[in-house]
């Protein structure tokens, strides 16, 4: 595969499409979690566990509840009690 983007501009590209990605899921809060884990093999919460991941490989310490936050936007109860519909459903990742 042939990229035509320097190096040193990936990440900040890369980055840019992370942040969009994030705020189209806060845009449509009708998609629920297991809809997106159904369809797409990963949901919110999975974004939040490989962002703290990738924080702590850097040396950020970032608790679940602060990783959560930064992609609803919100804590993730708040969330819960205005968003999510239906019975709760676990999910393997």
């Not at 990440?11 to 629920?32: C, G, K, P, S, Y």
């Not at 850097?58 to 679940?64: A, P």
Request: proline residues 5%.
């Amino acid at each position: 595969m042939s990229n035509p983007i320097p190096e040193s501009e990936r990440t900040e590209i890369e980055a840019a499409a992370f942040r969009r990605l994030v705020d189209h899921l806060r845009q449509n809060t009708d998609v629920q979690n297991i809809d997106l884990m159904n369809l797409a093999g990963f949901c919110r919460n999975c974004l939040s566990k490989w962002y703290r991941a990738e924080a702590q490989e850097r040396g950020f310490e970032l608790s679940d509840p602060a990783a959560r936050e930064e992609i609803y936007g919100m804590p993730y109860e708040q969330w819960k009690e205005k968003y999510q519909t239906g019975p709760k459903q676990d999910h393997k990742s």
